[in-house]
């Protein structure tokens, strides 16, 4: 019979919690207890109030309701009685196409419309089918800068496209419009029937060129034009292929749905003026939250070598203060003398009320004056003050306590056992002391701009490698003569340098060699080593250069951004035309607007915006013009919002935490931070780089966006010293060609190592006297492996800011038909050429009618 054994639980049996009968309170006893007190931390808590079902409908509603209504009003904003018209710039992508042709086709589109032209060059359409008004501006279609200045305050964005391919210019065009900016883009084909009936004609030539004789191909192609025309069906095949490539074309270029327009009926036409007149308008915050002005008639009152320019205009945008500032894009700041209301020369009906009580009134009268006390100044540094940081002139208690204070010292001296004090006095100081004396003098006037030479002789010129091939080219006399004369050598050999250090930088980051001619405590006397890239502290106000007092800076920037762009504005509004007066304008800029023939634009400026600061812009590197890297300090041209200048920026990495590393070369295909001198801007703004050529011609070579306003945005230097192992024994290794002295060995001992194969050590000692070391690691070491030190040292930019910056050559070579012909008699005469392509013949029509 088997024994019975009670059950016992094991210490993982779940153990059920008891009721506690004489504890337990329901929820109305403790209610009755607490007799209406409630608790801290309950009164603490944000109260979240449950809405109903149909509170929550109700407030959906209004939601949806006060959208709409935003909605509608944005919408109105333009194009009405009371506000300022649509303003459409068209753009040409082809010097083939005539946009004052597209203009009289929209002109004659209805015959009720009412046109007027402005001085400018302005073509305005008061159409009272749509009680709408319409503004067209044609800038010169071979100026770069002409045309993004006219798209920075339009609202709709007409781009007349070629029925062929885009060509270079085009691209360049088309980027550097995206890249700004888009406003509501509207396109429109040209010459699609032109194209397709030249597609027809080519297609039934070739078909049969087989069969033609070549003495009868003159006969027969006059003939085939007369006689036989091309079949409608294949004509509108043809006509409908290429609207389609064209489609695919916008669709790849611009985002949403493309609706190409054609203008081969007056149907077109109106069609046209009803999409600028009800699409979505797409915000550019730049312009949107700053006042601006098209100038449609530019006056100039001489006063000596400057004087004061009167620009007439619709206000746009936000209000604009007298007591303001102006930025002109290409000239500067200015301040108003006074603020004129003219009235409207373009109504939207010419017998309505309001055109007949501006006539009453007796035309232009002043709304404001500058008021001299609250005006804006023009000051954009601080005044640097030499003496600020000196000591003044101490007091005779202060010099009574130094002389007691240096006399009380003893000084100390090493001397040898037994020597008397009179023979003490004649010891001179040691050695050491006398090296640091003229270590410290070395430090103060050496510079920290060495950089180790490499395959240079001591006369400056290149060493000859001796595995270099040479070999022998034949030149034929007329590709060889004067042919160095057009080259011009010098520039070759250094950009052939720059790219040869902008490869090894990218191969060997920052790695750099250590001379052997001086110490590498005094080459490097500027950097530091930092346990932590990430986390060690390193303080932004420390060992600031000079320039940094010249400089305003933000306490809060975002605090200050937000109060500025929300702060209301008190001036003319907008929609109105004004006449503004802008003093102090330089009497050249006048007569280079004038002979440009280029739109003027004009920017209110926020407060703070013509002061100078540190900003911060990220950028992409752009496949059209970034070839070959940018170094760092190198002279780039930018736009930023509504502003272009030219400057010298330091490159360094986009990313989180306090500490930047320095980029000594900004990459094709990588995103860089570019840090600078330049007035405030308050983001967001649009960023294009472009860098000039030799000949003048600029190249886009990055886009991006303003990240910021910040000085104290820390940019640090990596140097990376080098050594290999010597010998190893397990975790130690003797490291040797990182240094090749005792003393730097020492000097640098604190810093801590690290390999390419991700070991982590440090300095234990230095091994005899020309730079050998003994190191501890965190593993075993491989003999493949290179041993890194790294140090840091911040750097900052330099004051490059050039305000003014030359307009780029015209985008299209034109040439007239006379030098056509005269080329194309001499190619005749020189008997039999090889076959080339011949130049298009260009007629170039003016922006004015």
Sequence with gaps: MALSHPHRPSALKQQNKKHQTLGHRSKGSVAKSNKGRISVKTLSKKAKKELSREQRKHRSKQIRAFKKEAAILRKRGLGTANNPPFLATVVPLCPNINPRKVLKTLAACDKAATITTSSQGIMHISCPRFRQRFSFVVPPVNDLYAVLDSVKVSDTLMLLWPAEELGEAADLLLSSVLAQGLPAPVHIV????????????????????????????????????????????????????????????????????????????????????????????????????????????????????????????????????????????????????????????????????DSEANVMDGGTFMLAESDPALQETLTSTNEVDPMEGEQTWPTEEELAEAEQSISSKPRTKRVPKGTSDYQAAWILESEEEEEEDDDDESRSN??????????????????????????????????????????????????????????????????????????????????????SFRTSPWDPNENLPVD?????????????????????????????????????????????????????????????????????????????????PIKSKERLIFHIGYRRFANAPIFSEHSTGNKHKLFRYFQPGSTVVATMFAPITFPPASVMVFRERPDGAQDLVATGSLLSVDPKRIVTKRVVLSGHPFKINRKTAVVRYMFFNRDDVLWFKPVELRTKWGRRGHIKEPLGTHGHMKCQFDGQL????????????????????????????????????????????????????????????????????
Excluded at 227 to 251: A, F, G, M, V
Excluded at 449 to 467: H, I, K, L, R, T
Excluded at 828 to 836: H, K, L
Aim: proline residues 6%.
């Design 782 to 849: 491989k003999s493949q492996d290179t041993v890194l030190l790294n140090l840091y040292k911040r750097v900052f930019p330099k004051w490059t800011f050039d305000p003014y910056v030359a307009r780029p050559p015209p985008l299209y070579t034109f040439r007239s038909s006379h030098d056509m012909e005269e080329r194309t008699s001499g190619e005749e005469n020189t008997g039999e050429q090889p076959c080339q392509k011949k130049a298009k013949t260009v007629k170039f029509h003016s922006a004015r009618l």
């Design 190 to 353: 040209a010459g699609l029937e032109d194209m397709s009936q030249k597609a027809v004609l080519e297609s039934a030539l070739a078909q049969d060129q087989d069969m033609m004789v070549t003495e009868d191909l003159e006969q027969e192609l006059s003939t085939r034009l007369v006689l036989e025309e091309p079949s409608i069906h294949k004509k509108h095949h043809k006509k409908h292929q290429s609207r389609q490539n064209l489609i695919k074309d916008i669709e790849l270029r611009f985002p949403g749905p493309a609706k190409l327009y054609s203008l081969e009926r007056d149907q077109d036409a109106l069609m046209i003026l009803r999409q600028i007149g009800a699409q979505k308008q797409r915000p550019l915050y730049f312009r949107d939250s700053r006042p601006h002005i098209l100038a449609e008639n530019v006056e100039f009152i001489e006063e000596g070598s400057s004087g004061t320019l009167k620009i007439h205009g619709y206000i746009r945008g936000k209000s604009l203060s007298v007591n303001g500032l102006v930025h002109i894009p290409g000239w500067g700041e200015y301040q108003m003398s006074r603020i004129d209301s003219s009235p409207d020369p373009h109504p939207l009906l010419l017998h309505s009320r």
């Design 446 to 531: 050496m510079d920290d701009g060495f950089a180790p030479v490499d395959n240079v002789s001591q006369d400056g010129y290149e060493c000859e490698d001796d595995n270099e091939e040479e070999y022998e080219m034949t030149v034929t006399d007329a590709e060889g003569v004067n042919y160095d004369d057009k080259i011009d050598y010098g520039a070759e050999i250094d950009a052939l340098q720059k790219l040869k250090n902008a490869r090894e930088d990218a191969m060997f980051p920052d790695e750099v060699d250590t001379p052997m001619d001086m110490p590498a405590s005094i080459r490097f006397q500027k950097f530091r080593g930092l346990q």
């Design 548 to 628: 940094y007092s010249r400089i305003f800076q933000f306490e809060n920037f975002r605090h200050t951004k937000k109060r500025v762009m929300n702060e209301e504005k008190q001036g003319a509004l907008p929609g109105w035309y004004v006449v503004v007066h802008i003093a102090d304008v330089p009497r050249h800029l006048y007569d280079n607007h004038v002979s440009s023939h280029s739109p003027l634009a004009v920017f209110g400026l926020l407060i703070h915006e013509q002061k100078m600061s540190v900003i911060n812009v990220v950028i992409k590197s752009h496949s059209l013009g970034h070839l070959r």
